[in-house]
T-cell receptor
Framework: DQQVKQNSPSLSVQEGRISILNCDYT??????FLWYKKYPAEGPTFLIS?????DKNEDGRFTVFLNKSAKHLSLHIVPSQPGDSAVYFC????????????FGKGTKLTVNP | GAGVSQSPRYKVAKRGQDVALRCDPI?????LFWYQQALGQGPEFLTY????????KSGLPSDRFFAERPEGSVSTLKIQRTQQEDSAVYLC??????????????FGPGTRLTVL
């Protein structure tokens, strides 16, 4: 069973507009969430994270929102740039467990010039 | 200041062969992780080391998979008698865990294994 779900395999956005990537999770023991970006033939690169005690974390053009009651988080990219085109993975970590990450299947973002 | 490195970057093996994949973590990083990423999927956890101790190997899919980190630095993931379903990208990550669960995991570029 998929504990972390990214239901949109792909998203296409115009340059300068907002990109919103969504992620749902089922395990209430997750206490830390991360977003990674992945270009072809490279490993995932850490983007931004959020602890379960917060509902928002912002870093430049990237903001992550967490809605614990809905078990939902989203990544907002404003403004979107062509260089943001990549696959974005949502990941989560279990409180007090091994440090392993549980990943979603990813969303491929394409930002069109 | 180098990141996580992995070798080889690409490996083709005939079914039944043994393979060994190497990971060099970021210098000084205590924790090391191996993940398997099949085509179109997200990375899936295989195993986790803190220094030389393998603290979690719950993700290893079978006893054909074996990982070691004998000196607490470089790690090797070994797959014996490879099968076609082992074809995937194998990712290594390291983090500077000091008992802080929010330490970021930094990933290497991965080794793409193709079993024919």
């Amino acid at each position: 069973d998929q504990q972390v779900k990214q239901n949109s395999p792909s998203l296409s956005v115009q340059e300068g507009r907002i990109s919103i990537l969504n992620c749902d999770y089922t395990n209430s023991m997750f206490d830390y969430f991360l977003w990674y970006k992945k270009y072809p033939a490279e490993g995932p690169t850490f983007l931004i994270s959020i602890s379960s005690i917060k509902d928002k974390n912002e870093d430049g053009r990237f903001t992550v929102f967490l809605n614990k009651s809905a078990k939902h988080l989203s990544l907002h990219i404003v403004p979107s740039q062509p260089g943001d085109s990549a696959v974005y993975f949502c990941a989560a970590r279990v409180q007090g467990g091994s440090e392993k990450l549980v990943f979603g299947k990813g969303t491929k973002l394409t930002v069109n010039p | 200041g180098a990141g996580v490195s992995q070798s080889p970057r690409y490996k083709v093996a005939k079914r039944g062969q043994d393979v060994a994949l190497r990971c060099d973590p970021i210098s000084g990083h205590v924790s090391l992780f191996w993940y398997q990423q099949a085509l179109g999927q997200g990375p899936e956890f295989l195993t986790y080391f803190q220094n030389e101790a393998q603290l979690d190997k719950s993700g290893l899919p079978s006893d054909r998979f074996f990982a070691e980190r004998p000196e607490g630095s470089v790690s090797t993931l070994k797959i014996q008698r490879t099968q076609q379903e082992d074809s995937a990208v194998y990712l290594c990550a390291s983090s500077a865990i000091r008992g802080i669960s929010t330490d970021t995991q930094y990933f290497g570029p991965g080794t793409r294994l193709t079993v024919l």
